[in-house]
């Protein structure tokens, strides 16, 4: 320590530096240090690749932007906007023929109940005709 403070006092350059804590005792001269500097930053200030590459990427529009005229960034703007609102007409106009669909669908559905229910009435007055012969015949042969 003292050397250190020595040194500073004579405003002389320091090409070592000492780091004591009880169990830890580090010396090196700058280049080390950057270098355990560099490596204890990236090992406690860990940040994903992904997000690392992303932080860049909009770094460097926000730069891009910095740099070009307002009046340049208008028309990819514009252009983009416009992208944007044809992708939503076309949703709503699918979104439309969907709901004329489920529509048509729910009139085709109670059409056929309609015709089935109709059927199924018929098959059923049918199978009762059948029944009263057959009961009919059953009675006129218990009473000969």
């Known amino acids: 320590k003292s050397t250190l403070l020595s040194s500073l006092s004579e405003?002389?350059?320091?090409?070592?530096?000492?780091?004591?804590?009880?169990?830890l005792e580090l010396a090196t001269n700058s280049d080390q240090y950057k270098l355990v500097m560099d490596i204890?930053?990236?090992l406690l200030?860990?940040?994903?690749?992904?997000?690392k590459e992303?932080?860049?990427?909009?770094?460097?529009?926000?730069?891009e932007l910095d740099l070009s005229n307002v009046v340049d960034q208008r028309t990819p703007v514009m252009e983009k906007?416009?992208?944007?609102?044809?992708?939503?007409?076309?949703?709503?106009?699918?979104?439309?023929?969907?709901?004329?669909?489920?529509q048509d669908m729910?009139?085709?559905?109670?059409?056929?109940?309609a015709?089935?229910?109709?059927?199924?009435?018929?098959?059923l007055s049918d199978t009762d005709m059948i029944n009263m012969a057959e009961v009919e015949e059953a009675l006129a042969g218990v009473q000969q």
């Open 81 to 102: 906007q416009l992208a944007v609102r044809e992708q939503l007409d076309l949703v709503r106009s699918l979104d439309r023929e969907a709901y004329s669909l489920l």
């Open 11 to 23: 405003d002389e350059p320091v090409d070592t530096f000492t780091i004591s804590y009880p169990k």
């Open 106 to 113: 729910d009139v085709l559905l109670e059409q056929r109940m």
């Open 54 to 63: 992303l932080a860049d990427r909009c770094e460097n529009k926000r730069f």
């Open 40 to 42: 204890i930053t990236r």
């Open 115 to 123: 015709i089935f229910s109709n059927a199924t009435s018929g098959v």
């Open 45 to 51: 200030f860990y940040v994903d690749p992904k997000k």
